[in-house]
């Protein structure tokens, strides 16, 4: 209206907004709607779905379809809704609150029976050590850990940092080694003097091993208590929620010509563990 050429406009407009001007492509788009009698300034209407979908009702169709079937992909989501993938995608993660992940893996699914067995334990032996400030101290536990000649890296410890121009570094797919040694460890929270004065409980897992008639005949014969373990619950066993793990990590990726070398290598690492981590352990026993 006010006859100005496209430079007039483009430099008028730059003046008057600075930094918040929108682009010279934008402007000279925006020119030739306008010198072609365009009005309004408002987006015109599209054919076509639109290109967000977050109302209440549409919010309430996707949980609804997401909790009748929680494996459903984003793709068939916005196909049983109809939205687009990118609506639907942000229902589920802002609105919903919801984020895709994959099943833990546990050993194995415990029966409600064995749930209730699992809390009956904790709840006995959480009792004994709030009771009674000696009873951690009265625990010897332990367990057995096969340690091998080498056992490869996990891929955590694989990883690497690289440039974004570098290679990414490769590796060949390697096993176990044939050599290997059985490692049996039992450690306290106190001193020596619990075995000399017969004044302590024994505690491991209920691996087939321990679980076993003859094992149990034997215990029994030598009048050795045991402190109770739920069935299939390694994470209340230390050897299994603390002890091995460290061990296993300080060993991976680690190569021992022979059978001696393996064990000479395991009960190094396994010295070299402070005795405050052993007796931190026991804490964290009882935390859990």
Not at 25 to 36: E, G, P
Not at 102 to 123: D, G, N, T
Not at 197 to 212: E, F, I, K, M, Y
Request: aromatic fraction near 8%; proline fraction near 6%.
């Amino acid at each position: 209206k006010l006859g100005d050429t496209q430079a007039e406009t483009i430099r008028k407009i730059q003046q008057a907004f600075g930094d918040d001007t929108m682009g010279v492509t934008q402007i000279k788009k925006w020119f030739h709607r306008f010198k072609d009698g365009r009005m309004s300034g408002d987006s015109e209407q599209r054919s076509g779905r639109p290109s967000t979908n977050r109302n209440a009702d549409i919010i309430e169709k996707v949980r609804t379809l997401i909790m009748g079937d929680r494996r459903l992909t984003i793709r068939e989501v916005a196909d049983g809704v109809g939205i687009s993938r990118g609506s639907a995608n942000t229902i589920l993660t802002e609105d919903l609150g919801m984020r895709r992940v994959a099943a833990k893996f546990v050993p194995k699914l415990l029966s409600p029976e064995q749930q209730h067995l699992r809390l009956e334990v904790a709840q006995d032996v959480l009792e004994f050590a709030n009771r009674d400030p000696e009873f951690l101290k009265t625990v010897i536990t332990g367990d057995e850990l096969w340690v091998y000649g080498y056992d490869p890296e996990t891929k955590v410890q694989a990883s690497q940092w690289k440039h974004p121009t570098s290679p990414r570094p490769k590796r060949a797919r390697q096993v176990r080694s044939n050599v290997k040694a059985i490692l049996t460890t039992f450690f306290r929270l106190s001193g020596p003097e619990l075995w000399d004065a017969r004044n302590w409980q024994l505690h491991h897992n209920n691996a087939p091993a321990h679980s076993a008639h003859l094992i149990q005949g034997f215990l029994a014969k030598h009048g050795i208590p045991q402190v109770r373990q739920a069935p299939y619950s390694p994470d209340m066993a230390p050897c299994d929620f603390w002890l091995f793990p460290r061990l296993k990590t300080l060993l991976k990726g680690c190569r021992f010509d022979s059978h001696k070398d393996t064990i000479h290598h395991a009960m190094a690492q396994l010295h070299a563990i402070p005795k405050g981590a052993f007796q931190n352990c026991f804490q964290r026993w009882k935390d859990r």
